[in-house]
């Protein structure tokens, strides 16, 4: 699958945003999965940008929900937020799902740190926690590496990891780690699936972040990935989550969330390429 979008394309897009955003630009960008709306409600806005203004970006799938690029501050800290990811089970290729890594890369971002929603397969996961990614699992048959197979480590940077696990112990925030199993959807998985990949050593399961995580890593960024555990995953729990549970959980840890993500933020904004965290 074609994994790269034409070179001319991205550097206009690029030029676009040069032309639109207010300079300096941020060294790191975060990507608000669903759920995380919140956290978008706390940032700065300086600009904000509707995708489809962007020259070559993929058009949106659904009606009214174009997505966004935003600059802006939290905590004082530069950032670009990415809000509206699309899936592959939006009937995307893999080259439009990672055109905004590929901006962003040639933006000069360093640090990307990657949110979403996923299914809690960890015994020790309820709805509400979150999960700091170590490594995936792909669940889709589809290839991320390019045939020489040159990177088959994880993603997730180490040093951003660790940064993570520091800020989060030093707010007694509980910050569970896990492997994402990453899948295709749009439907959830089976019982058996899910009993599957619990053996397998994945802890949460969903249907983004990996692609994005891949390419980014290619291009030379640091990827950091949280997961917010929304509901269960098939079949791990008896009694079936409602929207409402889902909505209380996600609202009691977003403090939590914000705190985390701000000093985060705040951490990799005071890095450059001459401090890097690994
Ligand atoms: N499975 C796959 N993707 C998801 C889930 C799930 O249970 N929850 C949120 N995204």
Redesign the pocket.
């Known amino acids: 699958m074609n994994l790269q979008t034409e070179p001319g394309k991205i550097s206009e897009a690029v030029e676009f945003l040069h032309s639109r955003l207010k300079s300096p630009i941020a060294n790191t960008a975060v990507v608000l999965g669903s759920g995380l709306g919140y956290f978008a409600e706390q940032i700065t806005v300086i600009d904000k940008i509707d995708n489809q203004e962007i020259p070559h970006y993929p058009p949106s799938t659904v009606v009214g929900h174009a997505g966004k690029i935003v600059n802006g501050r939290i905590a004082g800290a530069p950032l670009i937020a990415i809000q509206g990811r699309t899936h592959l089970y939006e009937g995307r290729s893999l080259s439009e799902i990672t055109f905004y890594v590929e901006i962003l890369a040639r933006l000069g971002i360093q640090y990307l740190v990657l949110t979403?929603?996923?299914?809690g397969i960890d015994a020790n996961l309820k709805p509400g926690n979150f999960v700091l990614l170590t490594d995936y699992l792909n669940f889709t048959q589809i290839a991320l590496t390019p045939d020489d197979n040159s990177q088959t480590e994880s993603p997730f940077s180490d040093g951003l990891i660790n940064l993570a696990r520091q800020i989060a112990r030093q707010n007694r925030i509980d910050l569970p780690e896990g492997i994402y199993c990453w899948?295709l959807?749009p439907s959830?998985?089976t019982h058996a699936e899910i009993k599957a990949v619990r053996k397998l050593g994945a802890a949460v399961?969903?249907?983004s972040t990996a692609p994005e995580a891949v390419v980014a890593r290619r291009l030379g960024m640091q990827v950091l990935g949280i997961s917010l555990v929304?509901?269960f995953?098939?079949g791990i729990s008896d009694t079936p989550i409602t929207h409402e549970e889902v909505q209380i959980t996600a609202d009691k840890s977003k403090k939590a969330y914000s705190i985390l993500m701000e000093q985060i933020i705040v951490r990799l904004a005071k890095n450059d390429r001459a401090h890097s965290i690994e």
């Open positions: 979403n929603a996923a299914g899948t959807g959830f998985e399961v969903g249907m929304t509901n995953a098939a």
